[in-house]
């Protein structure tokens, strides 16, 4: 295993440490990779290391953003990040530490540089961070100046790991080797155990040779008598004096003094050779790691002499306690005037500096990315701070994950239902184990000569699966090829027919997904399609069928019935639009030829950082819940949706999920998706945008949208994958903003409203042939016009009555086109060209939805939610009709009894709808 170089350094006593660290390697598995080869047994870091990580990469970013909204400082930011990393780094070496006892496996954290001449706030600093971290196989990075020494000494009595950083001098060295033993002596005086506590000497290596290299060259330049000495000397020195350090380590670690300690179980103070890349191109890239090795040592690297080394180092001894060698260079460069003891002096002042430096620029790249996040919010920046506080103060988090339903709601039933409904907080976890099992079943499907899969399914049972099929397509990001997906989520007879039209029978599998197993739209379109099948010649229609059910429904006793091929259960625990991350989303993802272990990890990131025990402002969904709940209590209640074109189809599943989870008593958040833009001015005051950042597309935007005053906040997916994490984010950031508004984010009843309503019809018409009907308050040969109250809307154009009703729309309404029509792209087009017009008319929100779908999304925010809809209906007679197998009903029939139902539910809330219903199937002719 591993790379042989590195396995035969090792093999010499020599631990290979990594001089690096960063976000994306502890979380791409990059880090654990090279800890599982054998390559690398610890980790330093440093405020230059942090400084490049963070301000090199947006790796951070993501984790900046709530902390900024939640007023944090950009020192408290830079504490929780390096925290973090050190944490996780820590994490992925503690089996090291184990396997070697505690000899290896550490993770190194300097104290604020800026500490470097302040024994006691070193003291102090090394306590805090020591604390904080907590991991047995951290190290305190401690600068080895005058005043560093003795922090050292009581870091080390504390019970702290010490790496002490900067050493130059072998003067200096000397001083930190009697603070190890000293401070190991007290803790003995004081009966404390010291058999657990580790530390390294971090030797500078390659700065010595830079700096005694320039004043050698300054010789040579002189042509003196001394040129020629000083040509001879270039390049050595560095070694020279790292070599006479190990041989005082030696000489200190076989005292007596040590040899009292060790027998209460003292490890030796190994030297740790940092500083280590080569920095003169002429030398050999891996001079200061070949030069160097022997027993009991350590020498961390960056990432180029790691690579160089494991391509071309030789691992050979070279390190003794014989140094007369070494003596005879130091003194040859006393000889020419060069003081080791100035040199060396220079380096360590100049070493603190240096790094106070790196954490200067470090506080400022933080500082800029701070102002940036905060600057997102616009006008909501100042109140954000305090209603975080407030959240963590009333534990939300906690509440959260301890199903606490007095979070939502007073009302004991309420209470009941959501105690029920929380299990898509550790949804991730509980599918993990059943993702083999999806796969075997979607491959063994795919080998049947399957190509296309149709889900039948309505809302949370629909929404995320579209998502997945339209973002990913067919096995472009995934493990394997995949089958094809169609989501059919209507009753639209023309849309039925347009999908059964490109279906190849034989290579077709239905799922049928219906959480409930009771939907009526899901039954409908079962029914057809079963019977399609068996037209076809089918004599086992079952084999072209599996459901996704819970268990127990009547979908699932009727799946068994027909003998579907499978029959998948769903988590009764997790409502239908929390349901992404379950089987509900995620076998018709693993169809698709998903990497569902990879969205899973996500989405196990997000839930680590959602967790109580994350600070509050750490929290990425509870920060974006309390901002999404104080711009609805500000009126900024429309949430707007931009996001990068490969994101688009996000905005439908968030759509419901935030629609029908706040949308109730009055009160809710309003999303609006894929509206067309007008100029960011013309807006109202009532928006919150939300720009979802892959490519970058859509930045311009952002940044205009910004600039006219809008609070736009971009959340940045690093690629597709991330939608895993995104969609955990947004199930907490809803059930926070939920709580904020003090609204049951868990219940649908308006939904079932119009259910009921939809049901009382059919049954009238089944009584009497025909659905009931009232008189249109407008008609002509093309359309009959309804409205829900006495409007005064007069004129004798359509055009004319609808400009009239729009025009009533007030700054915060917002306009909801409602069309019971085929969701293809030509009534796309158009239905989209109508929204335009009338957003550019009256400067409101628009949404748009296809019936039935949208009962099942944003149709319990229009008869639940605030009262500042006003919604266009629009019905027509299809061009074709289905009959829905026996049933006395047609699709048709059964599409306009739900858009009926629809305008009574809203007529009865008081709502403000425009209904037009076309008489021919050219819906052209009226709009
Ligand atoms: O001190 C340790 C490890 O204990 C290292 O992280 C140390 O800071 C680095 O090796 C040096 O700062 C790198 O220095 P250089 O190669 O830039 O001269
Ligand atoms: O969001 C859920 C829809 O109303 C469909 O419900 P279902 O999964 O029980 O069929």
Redesign the pocket.
Known sequence: MGNEAIQKLHALGQSL?Y?NIQRRLLENGELARMIAEGLIRGV???P??FHQAIARSHDYDSAIQPMAWAGWSALQIYDQLTVEDIQKAADLFLPVYEATQGEDGYV?LEVAPTLAYDTEGTVAEAKRLWTLVSRPNLMI?IPATAPGVPAIRRAIYEGINV?V??IFSLERYAQVIDAYLSGLEDRLETGLPIDRIAS?A?F?V??VDTKVDRLLEEIIRQEGPDAEQARSLLGKAAIANARLAYAQFLDAFKSERFHALAQHGARVQRP?W????T?NPAYSDVLYVEALIGPQTVN?V?PQTLAAFADHGKATLTLSADVNAEKEVISALERLGISMARVTQELEEE?VKA?ADAFDALLKTIEERRSVAVAELGPLAHLLPAQIERADHERYVQRLFEADASLWTENAAGQAEIRQRLGWLIAPQKSRPLVSAWFNLAQQIAQEGYRQAVLLGMGGSSLAPEVFASIFGVGQLGQWPGLSLTVLDSTDPDQISAVARDLEWKETLFIVSSKSGTTVEVHALMDYFWTWVKTQGEPNPGRHFVAITDPGTPLAKLAEERGFREVIYGDPHVGGRYSALTVFGLFPATLLGMNIETLLSRADRMFAQSLPTQPAGRNPGLVLGVLLGVAAAQGRDKLTFLADPELLPLGAWLEQLVAESSGKEGRGIIPVDLEPEIDPKDYGQDRLFVYFHLSGAKEERASALLAAGHPVITLRLEDVYDLGAEMYRWEVAIAIACAFLRINAFDQPDVEDSKIRARALLAAFQNQGKLPSESPCWEDERVAVFTSQDTGIEGSELAELIEQWISRAEPGDYIAINAYLPRNAQMLERLQALRRRILEMTHCATTLGFGPRFLHSTGQLHKGGPNRGLFIQITREPETDLDIPGQSLRFGTLERAQAMGDFEALKSRGRRVLYLHSKTPFIENIL
């Open positions: 440490w001089d330093t870091s440093n230059t290391i190194s990075k790496n950083t900067l390294v971090s500078f390659s700065r740790l940092a500083s280590t890349s920095k961390t960056p070493g790094f």
